[in-house]
C-alpha cells in the first residue's frame, strides 16, 4: 500500500549520493547524536518536550528523525509532524533548510 511505497521511496533516498552527503552533516548535530533517546520518549509519550540550545537541530532534525522511522517502520501515511515558528519568515527557512537536507526539489518549485 501507501505505506509500503513511501518505505521504499525513503530506502532510494538513503541511498543516493546527496543525502549521503547531508547525513554527514547532519550526523554531527547533537539531536542527531540523540537520536535514539529523542525516539524512544517520542514512542512511550504523548507529548514530548524537547529543549536544546540554538542551533543543535531540535527543529531540523527531531521531525526528520521522527519521519524516517516511522516511514522505516512503513508507518509514514500515519505521521503528522506539526512545527511552529515564531515568525513566517523562520517558518519558510526551516522549510527550505529541511526539504535541502531530505534531498528534496526546492519548495515552490
Do not use: F, H, W
Amino acid at each position: 500500500g501507501d505505506g509500503e511505497a513511501l518505505r521504499e521511496a525513503q530506502v532510494r533516498l538513503e541511498g543516493s549520493e546527496p543525502y549521503q552527503r547531508m547525513l554527514a552533516a547532519r550526523s554531527a548535530l547533537p539531536a542527531y547524536l540523540a537520536r535514539e533517546e529523542i525516539l524512544g520518549a517520542v514512542a512511550e509519550r504523548q507529548v514530548t518536550v524537547i529543549s536544546g540550545a540554538t542551533g543543535c537541530g531540535k527543529t531540523t532534525q527531531i521531525p526528520q528523525l521522527i519521519l524516517e522511522e516511522a516511514l522505516r517502520e512503513g508507518r509514514g501515511t500515519g505521521v503528522n509532524i506539526i512545527c511552529t515558528q515564531p515568525r513566517r519568515i523562520s517558518a519558510i527557512g526551516v522549510a527550505e533548510r529541511v526539504a535541502q537536507e531530505r534531498a528534496a526539489p526546492p519548495l515552490g518549485g
